[in-house]
């Protein structure tokens, strides 16, 4: 053991500068997985733990269309006989208009608007500037507090007064931090005022747009509490969410949301094992004397191969502790450079669990990936000392190599179902990954086979650049496999983002509309088309609609006790905007059914856009009862329809054949195509608002940059994983250039010696490592434009479109770094002189 | 004792089976110096290897001490080379990533030794490179490299030496000084040294000559003197 232990010692001494990419692979990978886990962990905990702020309440009873008294009474009975409520209070939330209400400016801003009532909020706190307390005097006769985004776009400040639909408030301050916080997707700075200034300034008039909430803080557990009023309100589509299982719902989406980043980070240690099995393939390869002459020795193949094992044990565990090092250090930068969007309280340490699966990780991915090059010292015969004539017998697989590569093949796939959390997940994970490999592995030998063809061709350093690509030993396959998976990420990830962020460009949709108007009343219809037609010389889309809720399907009413039903309340119990027309629109089509007749009549019918109709298991013929204003109608389905998202100006999901509903009370929706710059719009918002201070709208642009941001943040965050993936492609690809130095710099000293000029050889350089990233460029490009096409039509569902500039920049990009790296690890190569080298060999 | 029987090797050259040691049988007594000449390709190296147990004959068997090595696993070669032969080669061999006292010590920590350090520090003075311990093979002249060889071949007490062409890669000084050296310790630690060499001067000195001929004995005489 002392001899294991020494010889380990010695041996990391002596070849850790060759081992260096070992390290580093292994500290890349390992930095990933630890950085990627630990953030998700510490943003669940930050925030999971935080659910009760979030909610800003401990339960909430839920409603979008406003409380009955029937429904209060019901809550009243359950709630009265509770020891454990401390705190009750109720808020209203809806979108709205703000402007100025100074004359001359045409500032008009959408906004988030909440009405809230004392003791507000029962569970988290306002944080104002300069750390003064909030204090409910302010929203005290029509005062408001405001995001401070808001002052700028309003162009008001604190003092000012500003229009929000009929009524009138004073800016008296802004926030810093909202209770809750900005709890994610929202159109429209968040706007304060009390909650008999919500209803008396109008907005609640229309209840559908109006979501009401009672909210309640607790002494103790309130889950039982919330199970009772659950069933005491069944039947009701009133929704009861306790902190708790937002908790854990939120527990639950941090969870896979961080076994799929792991399965990421997982990835780059990958790709470290393949840069750490070449290392290892090398190492034992320039190893054979050394281990002859220690078998001579009268040392063991298993002694020798348990010193290479725990000298790798070794690398493995102080590249992992880099690599947790490297994850600390990312955290930090992370909190540098997105602080605003990140939680308060969030941690930004790597925790002892997270790094010490990291290093178990990093030592198992050594372990596993050296296992089968350092099994050849087994077959090292110490007679090669005398004659090297075992090579044959060095190369063959034997019986061992196989059963060992399966038991490597199952340990990697334990961890990437420990990893990802299922065996399921981590074995397609494995599977994907392997394939993709064998692919760009065949892929490199077709591309070696077809450039070994074309040897014969060009000048002299371009023919010994080829030579060199399949020179006996070479790396070319391995580098085209690293790097080439690299690019393949990256550029499959900006490939999808450009047809991602196609789709969402809304200059190019001629269809989708640049502005939505809603709530328009029958008396404004003319005074609004007149106004539309005056400001933008185009005539305005019209339609009437009408607020429905479903209640019964095919007779049954909708049960809320059924968990499928439950969890699709939001989607299926809300309250729908429906429209009535005689014929279909275009961009749509008839997928089942008929289209009605305009002189047929019969039952009232009614057209279900395919994706609800899969949700609610309709079929034509089916019945549907809708609750529209208290009053019951029953319709039969006369067809499913489809809708081309990109061709059509409206997206209702039901649409009535027209008569049903003549006598409903109705609103009209409008719509406009014609794009017009800022100032425009911003005056045609001003315009509408002050006639018509009820109606709402609904800037497209607006909404589209900020889909845009999130696509690009999404897209922002993809590559900056993918960038790691690549960086372990360089590592891998400098680690096998610094491992087959010693033969190129044989190979340069020979040239030296018949003449070649220091030129020349840095031509074969510069051509050989330029040909390789063009492989490696063009592999990944190729696999990265086909992989965004299978994504975006077979799983996004959106055009796809081949964006060969990036195809050529891609390739560019990846031929000029491996050039640059190969290049700068070879340098050396070329200041050697001839004749040392020479007497060396 | 180290016995021969019979022993040939055969290799593979391309489809055809190559020969180079045919029939060979001798019986070498402890403590006898002998020297193997014979033209390249003889099969000298070929049978130094073999008897050091790092090639298995293709036939015949061989004995170290009473004892066939032939059937034994590669571990328990490995043992008796540890304990029984120490080998010096043409080329050296030294480890490049150990210094030469490194290379010294690896023999005796393979076999446990409890007084490794002290033994191998004994040893490079006993070849007089106490001053050159802490380089590395690639800082050391080939003389140098070759006596730091010899000191690792005996670092383990053998009771056998073998030795291939110890003295080609070395000028004619160099060559002397390393054959004095090995000579030296033979009679010192009184070894049975088998010594592979081209150079007749050098095989005459030896107290018995085995001259292979086309991987056969074409003469194994005893000398007259000793060395």
Known sequence: ?841 | MITLSNVTKTVKSGSDDLTILNDVSFEVPDGQFVSVTGASGSGKSTLLGLIAGLDAPTDGDIYIDGESIVAMTEDELADTRSKKIGFVFQSFHLIPSLTAFENVLIPLEIKGAADAKERAARLLEDVELTNRGHHYPSELSGGEQQRIAIARAFANRPAILLADEPTGNLDSKNGSHIFDLMLQMHDANDVTLILVTHDHGLAARAERQIVLVDGSVDSDDLLTHKS
């Open chain 1, 1 to 841: 053991m002392k001899f294991i232990l020494n010889l380990t010692k010695r041996e990391i001494r002596s070849s850790w500068k060759r081992l260096l990419f070992f390290f580093l692979c292994i500290a890349i990978g390992v930095g990933s997985i630890v950085a990627l886990r630990s953030l998700i962990g510490n943003l669940s905990q930050a925030v999971g733990g935080d659910a009760r702020a979030l909610l800003t309440a401990d339960f909430v009873v839920d409603s979008n269309k406003g409380f009955s008294p029937t429904e209060i009474s019901r809550i009243e009975s359950v709630i009265e006989d509770s020891s454990i409520i401390e705190a009750r209070n109720e808020i209203m939330e809806s979108s709205a208009m703000a402007r100025p209400a100074q004359s001359g400016s045409e500032k008009v801003q959408f906004v988030s608007l909440k009405g809230i009532e004392p003791p507000f909020p029962l569970v988290g706190n306002f944080e104002m500037p300069g750390g003064k307390k909030f204090d409910f005097d302010l929203l005290e006769n029509r005062g408001a507090v405001v995001a401070p985004i808001l002052l700028e776009e309003l162009d008001v400040k604190v003092g000012d007064k500003i229009l929000i639909g009929e009524s009138e408030f004073i800016v008296r301050g802004t926030f810093e931090k909202e209770p809750g916080g900005s709890g994610g997707f929202r159109l429209g700075a968040r706007v304060f005022i009390k909650k008999d200034a919500f209803e008396e300034a109008g907005i609640a008039r229309n209840r559908s747009r109006v979501r009401q909430r009672i909210l309640y803080r607790t002494s103790a557990n309130p889950t039982a509490l919330v199970e009772q009023l659950r069933e005491k309100l069944k039947g009701t589509s009133l929704r009861v969410l306790s902190y708790r299982e937002t908790q854990e719902r939120l527990g639950e989406q941090f969870e896979r949301t961080e076994n799929y980043l792991s399965l990421t980070g997982l990835l780059i240690l990958v790709l470290g094992g393949v840069g750490v099995w070449n290392v290892a393939r090398v190492f034992v390869e320039q190893k054979r004397k050394a281990v002859a002459v220690l078998k001579c020795l009268g040392a063991g193949g298993n002694t020798i191969m348990l010193a290479y094992l725990l000298q790798i044990g070794v690398l493995g565990l102080l590249g992992s502790a880099f690599g947790v090092l490297l994850a600390q250090i990312g955290l930090w930068s992370a909190r540098s450079a997105f602080n605003d969007a990140l939680p308060d309280t969030m941690s930004y340490s790597v925790a002892f669990g997270t790094a010490f699966q990291g290093i178990l990780l990093g030592i198992f991915i050594s372990l596993l990936f050296s296992a089968l090059p350092l099994l050849q010292v087994r077959n090292i015969k110490p007679n090669l000392l005398l004659r090297d004539d075992n090579n044959d017998e060095f190369r063959t697989l034997d019986p061992v190599k196989w059963i060992a590569g399966i038991v490597c093949l199952l340990l990697l796939l334990v961890l990437a179902s420990w990893q990802a959390g299922s065996f399921v997940v981590g074995g397609f994970f494995l599977v994907g990954l392997a394939v993709t490999s064998a692919v760009l592995y065949f892929a490199a030998f077709v591309l070696i086979w077809f450039l070994r063809k074309l040897k014969k061709f060009g000048s002299f350093s371009l023919s010994q650049a080829l030579n060199s690509l399949h020179r006996p030993g070479n790396q070319t396959k391995v580098i085209l496999l690293a790097v080439g998976l690299g690019a393949f990420v990256v550029l499959a990830v900006q490939s999808l983002e450009s047809n991602l962020v196609r789709e969402f460009d809304f200059s190019r949709n001629q269809r989708l509309p640049s502005f939505f108007f809603f709530d328009i009343q029958q008396s404004q219809v003319a005074g609004f088309d007149k106004l539309v037609l005056e400001s933008l010389g185009e005539k305005a889309e019209i339609v009437p609609t009408v607020r429905a809720r479903i209640s019964h399907l095919n007779g049954e009413p909708l049960n809320y006790d059924n968990r499928d039903v439950r969890q699709q309340q939001g989607q299926i119990g809300r309250e729908f905007a429906v429209t009535y027309r005689s014929d279909l629109d275009e961009g749509e089509e008839l997928l089942e059914g008929f289209w009605w007749d305009e002189t047929e009549t019969g039952l009232p019918q009614v057209s279900v856009l395919d994706s609800m109709a899969e949700t609610l298991k309709l079929n034509p013929g089916d019945s549907m009862t809708f609750d529209i204003s208290g009053r019951s109608v029953t319709v039969q389905v006369a067809n499913i329809r489809k809708l081309d998202v990109r061709n059509t100006r409206t997206a209702f999901v039901f649409v009535f054949r027209p008569g049903v509903l003549d006598d409903a009370p109705k609103s009209f929706a409008a719509n406009i195509l014609k794009r017009v710059p800022a100032n425009q719009r911003q005056r045609l918002q001003r315009d509408v608002i002050d006639r018509f201070p009820n109606v709402q709208i609904v800037d497209v642009a607006e909404i589209v940059a900020v889909v845009q941001k999130i696509v690009e943040n999404f897209v922002l965050a993809i590559s900056f994983v993918g960038s790691f993936v690549i960086l372990s492609g360089i590592l891998i690809l400098i680690g096998s250039v610094s491992l087959t130095k010693s033969q190129r710099v044989y190979e340069n000293a020979v040239l030296k010696t018949l003449g070649a000029k220091r030129r020349t050889l840095s031509a074969i350089l510069v051509a050989e490592y330029g040909i390789l990233g063009l492989m490696a460029g063009l592999i990944g490009a190729v696999f990265a434009l086909a992989l965004s096409y299978a994504v975006s039509v077979y799983i996004l569902d959106i055009e796809w479109q081949a964006n060969l500039s990036l195809f050529f920049t891609g390739v560019f990009v990846t031929v000029a770094l491996v050039t640059l790296c190969g290049t700068a690890a070879s340098v050396g190569v070329l200041l050697k002189k001839p004749l040392a080298t020479l007497r060396s060999q």
